[in-house]
């Protein structure tokens, strides 16, 4: 089961975005390794979804690392000392240590956000941007593209069969495969803009474009305090990062 | 004539706010000529800190301005396939993704959108996506300036016409896919050191063999991957909407009032439809 | 209260699709809209939402009336626009297809509910309330935290109308509110309906048959090719002729001529389908069509230990040439799965199934289309070609036959289910019954022996339904053999030969229908 939230969903998605943005102010392969070990493997072991998000960093983040690896370990001809020569490719240690510090920092990247992200309750994170004022066009694309994603994943997987009942076989070559990706994405299209007509007529009658400020049926989980430490976390860390960078420029 | 069922007559939509628009074009365009200018000697020491700050927050920042000044001014019927076209990018691009191609798929709801409702909204559902799609896989939250120039182009190829004839769509698609690409790869370098697909690295990897620098490299396979991609799908776009029923296109003010798909953008009278039924 | 006049209406001055129509609407009043596919009712139900179409290069030309306030059009660019927002607190209006009507960025059934309200900024508390009593008047309060997407058709159909009527407005105008629903689902939603009528709520259906029972001075328009023949209650109605307008009443049998109908199977008639001992489960709980469906936040269960339950319990049957059988039963008995089991879509855990002699289990569905053909319940996941004849000779083309043959199969079939003069139209062109029967086109274009028929007569109007019995007798007469699955009691004790019984994955009861 999800973990019992505490924070509001606003928050959590800020402070992991600064911590993104102190991992690169910051920028030594010491700190990016302190966050991942300190903060971000805490983070996923308390969330309750250990699997899951472990299975999801492994897959976005692993062929990423595993081809950055070979990549720059294999091609780096600024690399100066040569382990082993291999012909057009050589192994350096300048190349395995820049594909080292990035391969920490996408670690970093990934671990921060997709915890964030899939703990985060969506219709929590509306709700409160609702309640306060966001922008109501914006509200609604982010939440409606987000419900929609499972909804065309579905009926995708529905015309796939149909079109299969009707004669469709799967082929190998990148014709057949572009021809199979109309016979599907065709009939997808043409639903989902007939469903979008008719929920812009709805969005109309349903007093989309009123004036006046929006509310919620989810009650705002929301706090003046959580708002004031918001502010003050994006303060600090704007603070930090320019007395760290200018040190850095002066040093 | 006034009534109380009626809207005002004038159709006035909200003014775009061309503050931001320019605010947001300006920052993207400088953060791309400062990684391009200043910072391609520092790559080959370290990995700039600077460098991956301002490209995060250039063209994170950059794309939200344009965003927050392309909202307001859209109408609902732009609105509402806005949500469709980035569920499709993140559907199809997933798949994609997972399949290890050299190409990505994951603008044909940017184009589509683009294609029917308009540059604007084009740019708006490319940024958005991005975001969105964020939320599943964080290494496309960067890439969102982009996918805005991506949307914008497209909406803007639209509407000068090319989609009004099959072969000019793959035409459109190279130029706006080079543009693309070029765009995108300083951001792929200096955030995460061209990190990509096994497809994609494999391009790099030959150009780094040949003794380019990486972001040389990066731009390279940026130019190659983004132009084959987005051939493929303005090409897909355009076989899609030629596909589509009048119905579905008259209802998009752009496309009508454009012609942005020739003879079939909706202008045709209907005349036997409603006819017929069974003996 | 509500009065619309229409001197013509048509997209971009086409063919008008209702002309010299005036209708009246009094609060409280139960007006059914009843005719056949391309009647002008959706036309009407519309404007009497206030969608007069003109962004959708629709041309209107006459007046609407609410309330003593009348708005006149003329069909050109300088017309008044009607706030749809200000209508719409007056006159709810639900259309057909409920996915449209979702807003899409709800979790809960309780947030689309308050969706409109809560755009006109209504406060919390109150939104909450509000909420509260449209759910306990339509039996939605259990539902609340359920995920809409996740709903069955009728409770979908439910939470649509309490997300029209929160606002309590005086008219509620229905396109189509039954089409697609099961006999249970349906009364849920006429119960609902019944509700509101009881509170006060002036209520428009607009159906394709005129309805079996009706509340107390119930009026009926009905409409023809665009304009209005009859204007009355519905006991006159139904004396009234109308079955030459293609009017039929619900529930029916299909009207073809006793003699030319079924003709007992030749007994001797080959084994077309065999389906030996079949056991299909479900895919995971959390799955679509699984068990754990709908659950709050439409959050997955963690998979539980054991196997899923059998949607299919062991199985058997055989359909012989010359045969139409129907299959019956409640939702969630399995229907769908037996029908998707004969051409591979679903693939039993264990079991054999054999069409024509051979065993289908392990070919792709793909080369199945030839001898087995399937009809979708929802059509608009398969058409997907420029014109009605394209898309009925995909079936064809894909079965390796050339151009010119398959243009000729095509073009045969649209004769058949009478669709040739719309060959040219695009499918999403026509009305909701046409792209039926082009669906149907199709499966009859690539000739497969065996018909597998999901739902057939769900949404058809008398002449389709009418045509569609022939086309099934026609079918089973030429020595193939039909299997259908329905809840159109009528329909299948006139036209199938045997019915079976599902429940709960078992067939209970298999029965020759009286009269065969």
């Known amino acids: ?251 | ?279 | 209260m509500i009065r619309v006049q229409s001197r013509s209406f048509a997209y971009d001055d086409g063919v008008p699709l209702l002309s010299g129509v005036t209708v009246t609407v009094e609060p409280g009043e139960y007006l059914v809209v009843a005719g056949s596919s391309g009647s002008g009712k959706t036309t009407l139900a519309r404007l009497l939402a206030g969608a007069v179409g003109s962004d959708a290069g629709a041309v209107f030309r006459g007046s609407l009336t609410l309330d003593g306030e009348t708005v006149h059009f003329e069909g050109g660019p300088a017309d008044p626009r009607i706030d749809p927002a200000v209508w719409s607190a007056s006159v709810a209006f639900v259309a057909q297809g409920a996915w449209g009507q979702l807003s899409m960025m709800s979790a809960t059934v309780g947030e689309e509910i308050a969706f409109g309200p809560s755009n006109r900024g209504v406060p919390h508390e109150r939104l909450r309330r509000e909420v509260d009593d449209v759910a306990a008047a339509l039996k939605l309060t259990e539902l609340l935290d359920r995920d809409p997407r996740r709903l069955s058709g009728g409770q979908l159909q439910r939470t649509i109308i309490a997300a029209a009527v929160v606002q309590r407005p005086r008219v509620l105008v229905l396109d189509e509110p039954f089409q697609g629903l099961d006999a249970g689902a349906a009364a849920d939603v006429a119960a609902a309906i019944d509700v509101l009528r009881a509170g006060g709520t002036g209520v428009v259906v607009c159906a394709p048959m005129l309805p079996r029972t009706a509340p107390e001075g119930a009026r009926i328009i009905a409409l023809d090719g665009g304009h209005a023949v009859f204007d009355g209650l519905l006991a006159e109605a139904r004396w009234a002729g109308l079955r030459r307008y293609g009017i039929g009443t619900d529930g029916d049998a299909p009207r073809i001529g006793a003699a030319r109908m079924r003709g007992a199977p030749t007994t001797a008639g080959r084994t077309l389908v065999t389906v030996d001992d079949v056991v299909v489960r479900y895919p995971s709980p959390g799955e679509p069509g699984g068990p754990g469906r709908g659950e709050r936040r439409g959050r997955r269960r963690p998979p539980g230990p054991g196997r899923t339950p059998a949607v299919l319990d062991g199985v058997s049957l055989q359909v012989r040439a010359g045969e139409i059988l129907a299959v019956r039963g409640s939702n969630g008995s399995g229907k769908t799965t037996l029908l998707q089991v004969l051409n591979g879509l679903r693939r039993p855990e264990s079991g054999r199934v054999t069409v024509d002699g051979m065993p289908i289990l392990r070919r792709p569905t793909g080369t199945l289309a030839g001898a087995v053909g399937y009809l979708f319940q929802d059509t608009d996941q398969q058409l997907f070609e420029r014109t009605v004849l394209r898309e009925v000779s995909y079936g064809p083309r894909a079965a390796g036959l050339r151009r010119v043959d398959a243009l000729r199969r095509a073009a045969d079939a649209l004769e058949a289910v009478g669709l040739s003069a719309v060959a040219d139209i695009h499918p999403y062109e026509l009305a909701f019954v046409q792209r039926r029967l082009v669906a149907l086109a199709s499966l009859i274009a690539a000739g497969p022996s065996v018909w597998v028929l999901d739902e057939p007569t769900a949404g058809l109007d008398e002449p389709a339904r009418t045509g569609l019995a022939a086309l099934l007798v026609q079918h089973a007469q030429g020595g193939g053999a039909v299997v259908m699955a329905t809840h159109d009691a009528a329909f299948s004790a006139a036209v199938a030969h045997r019915t079976l019984r599902l429940e709960a994955g078992l067939i209970q009861e298999d029965s020759p229908d009286p009269g065969s």
Do not use: C
Not at chain 1, 86 to 109: C, D, I, Q
């Open chain 1, 1 to 251: 089961m999800p973990r019992r939230r505490i924070l509001n969903p606003l928050t959590e998605l800020l402070a992991a975005v600064l911590l993104v943005v102190l991992v690169l102010v910051v920028n030594r392969w010491e700190f990016s390794l302190a966050v991942l070990l300190l903060v971000v493997v805490p983070a996923v072991l308390t969330s309750g979804r250990v699997r899951q998000i472990g299975l999801a960093v492994l897959l976005i983040a692993g062929p990423l690392l595993l081809s950055s690896l070979l990549l720059h370990g294999l091609f780096f001809p600024e690399g100066r000392t040569v382990l082993l020569d291999l012909g057009p490719a050589r192994v350096t240690r300048e190349g395995l240590a820049f594909a080292a510090v990035m391969g920490l920092r996408m670690s970093v990247f990934t671990g921060v956000l997709l915890t964030a992200a899939m703990t985060l309750d969506v219709p929590e994170l509306l709700a409160t941007m609702t309640h306060r004022r966001w922008n109501r066009k914006l509200v609604f694309v982010v939440g409606s593209a987000v419900g929609l994603i499972p909804h065309v994943a579905l009926r995708a997987q529905q015309i796939t069969r149909a079109q299969q009942a009707r004669g469709l076989v799967l082929g190998r070559g990148p014709v057949a495969r572009v021809r199979a990706l109309l016979t599907v994405t065709t009939p997808l299209v043409i639903g989902l803009l007939v469903d979008a007509s008719e929920r812009n007529r709805m969005l109309g009658a349903r007093g989309f474009s009123s004036p006046g400020p929006r509310t919620s049926y989810l009650p705002d989980t929301d706090t003046p305090r959580q708002r004031a430490a918001r502010r003050a976390m994006v303060v600090g860390v704007g603070l930090f990062s320019v007395l760290w960078l200018g040190s850095g420029v002066l040093a």
């Open chain 2, 1 to 279: 004539m006034s009534s109380s069922l009626t809207l005002p007559a004038d159709r006035t939509t909200e003014r775009p706010r061309r503050l931001l628009l320019a605010l947001g074009g300006a920052l993207i365009v400088a953060t791309y000529l400062f990684l391009v200018i200043v910072q391609p000697t520092e790559i080959a020491g370290g990995m700039g800190s600077a460098a991956s700050l301002v490209s995060l927050f250039g063209f994170l920042g950059g794309g939200a301005l344009l965003v927050g000044g392309i909202l307001p001014m859209l109408t609902t019927s732009s609105l509402v396939i806005m949500p469709l076209g980035i569920a499709l990018n993140i559907a199809i691009g997933q798949v994609a993704g997972s399949l290890g191609l050299q190409i990505y798929l994951d603008a044909i709801g940017t184009v589509l959108v683009a294609v029917l409702a308009g540059p604007a909204a084009g740019a708006a559902t490319g940024a958005l996506s991005n975001a969105v799609w964020g939320l599943f896989n964080p290494f496309a939250l960067p890439f969102a300036a982009g996918a805005a120039l991506i949307g914008l182009l497209a909406g803007l190829a639209a509407k000068h016409g090319a989609f009004r004839r099959v072969y000019l769509a793959p035409v459109a698609g190279l130029v706006v896919g080079a543009i693309g690409g070029l765009v995108a790869a300083p951001v792929a370098v200096f955030m995460f050191g061209a990190a990509g697909t096994f497809g994609t690295n494999a391009i790099i990897a030959v150009f780094r063999s040949m003794g380019d620098k990486l972001l040389v490299a990066a731009t390279k396979q940026g130019l190659l991957s983004d132009s084959l991609d987005k051939i493929v799908v303005f090409v897909v776009v355009a076989l899609i909407v030629y596909a589509l029923p009048q119905r579905a296109v008259r209802q998009f003010p752009f496309a009508r009032t454009h012609r942005v798909l020739g003879a079939r953008s909706g202008q045709r009278a209907m005349t036997t439809a409603g006819a017929g039924s069974v003996r």
